[in-house]
């Protein structure tokens, strides 16, 4: 399925007036960010651009601290609570294969669509300010550096983000662009991204001469066959319908000659859980296995296991309130609602954690593009078509009002 994105804005109550205008200034905005993708924490210079886009709105804006986060807080016309609009910002150190003449040359590149997201919100808080009069309540646009790894949801938290309006978020927002039929939204109840850790077991033995083993206590047999345990572990001690992926990435030892038995032998792994039951798990589990194997050949282990972020849990009647939401303003066959979890993980898990709100998918294949085998997110080559953009701010705007408006009907009930 193919849509135009601007077409369909106009049937969104409210926001039509702006739909031209705002599809080529969010255009121009996402191109100008895709050119000049900014790494982990620090994006100065989309950080300018962010606050060159706002300004105007009569936002009231608070850049971070241990970051370079913009939040701007919208004021309704009328009190009420809170929603937050989150956008995330930083890119991946990619070199770019996409051959786009708006390709970044840096060594960087926006493969994960957070360019979209940075302009999407933009977008919202174009739409937002031109109604707030109709709204019983403030918007707080969280503009998030360092998703890619780095906890920047988790800082702005620290920083204060849900003290930034002066009265409790109750509803918290995220789109997140993916390949697929564009202009089609998915998402679920529940549990809809893993959290995800990174797991290092050290294993020490006793090293020596490579052509005496018997006077040794090799590492690398007893790493080895920790590798293949854990896979037994994750499909035979943990339910196949609340799964783990444990999937081992590295194997160094301590040395560089081939003839030398090392003392230690180091792998790391990345983890995915989709609750925090097999999280606890994990963590009784891990350890006791592999101590177990090292101890059965006169070795030692040291397991660490850092989940950096638990799973990303859409909140249930607020999700369920939006996919309606967005089924009226968009049509039902462009909001899908999917039968499984991504087993990727997300930091907008802390907000989630924190605050009600809901996470969705917005599929952005170029038309010229089979979704089938459109390169996916954090490939050289994937491409977003940023037509989506003027319905991904809509979209944003949508769920804030309706969520805003529900809030001042239970209040005057």
């Known amino acids: 399925m193919t849509v135009d994105a601007s077409t369909h804005l106009l049937a969104v109550p409210g926001y039509a007036a702006q739909a031209q205008e705002l599809g080529t200034d969010l255009v121009r905005l996402r191109r100008a960010i895709h050119r000049e993708p900014e790494l982990g924490l620090a994006n100065p210079n989309t950080q300018r651009l962010v606050l060159e886009s706002l300004d105007g709105l009569g936002l009231e804006i608070t850049t971070g601290r241990a970051l370079t986060s913009v939040v701007a807080v919208l004021r309704g016309g009328r009190p009420g609570p809170a929603v937050i609009l989150r956008g995330d910002m930083d890119a991946l150190p990619i070199e770019e294969e996409t051959g786009l003449d708006y ?20 977008g919202a808080a174009r739409l937002l300010a031109a109604h707030r009069e109709d709204l019983p309540g403030s918007v707080i646009f969280m503009f998030q550096p360092g998703e890619e790894g780095h906890g920047g949801a988790r800082i702005m938290l620290d920083e204060g983000l849900l003290d ?4 409790e978020p109750v509803a918290a927002y995220a789109i997140h662009v993916a390949p697929g039929p564009r202009g089609v939204f998915a998402t679920r109840t529940g549990t809809v991204c893993a959290g995800s850790a990174e797991l290092t077991i050290v294993v020490r033995g006793r090293g020596g001469h490579g052509s005496q083993p018997h006077q040794t206590v090799d590492p690398v047999p007893v790493a080895a066959e920790i590798v293949l345990a854990l896979q037994t572990v994750a499909t035979r001690q943990f339910d196949a319908f609340d799964p783990v992926i444990i999937s081992v990435t590295r194997i160094e030892t301590s040395t560089e000659a081939t003839n030398v038995i090392p003392e230690t032998a180091t792998l790391r792994a990345t983890v995915r859980a989709l609750s925090p039951a097999a999280v606890t798990r994990l963590h009784e589990v891990v350890p006791r296995l592999a101590e177990g194997i090292a101890g059965a050949h006169g070795a030692a282990a040291a397991v660490t296991l850092d989940f950096h972020f638990p799973p990303t849990v859409n909140d249930a009647e607020t999700t369920t309130t939006a996919i309606s939401e967005l089924r009226t303003a968009f049509g039902a066959d462009r909001v899908l609602t999917v039968p499984t979890p991504m087993m990727g993980s997300e930091d907008f898990a802390f907000v989630l954690d924190r605050v009600p709100g809901t996470f969705l998918g917005l599929h952005a294949s170029p038309g010229d593009i089979d979704p089938a085998t459109a390169e996916f997110n954090h490939s050289p080559r994937v491409v977003f078509d940023d037509a989506v953009l003027p319905d991904q701010a809509a979209a944003l705007a949508v769920l804030a009002h309706s969520r805003l408006q529900q809030a001042g009907r239970e209040a005057t009930r």
């Open 103 to 122: 390709a970044a040359t840096n060594g960087a590149m926006h493969a994960c669509g957070h360019d979209l997201h940075t302009a999407g919100l933009v």
């Open 164 to 167: 930034a309006a002066g009265v």
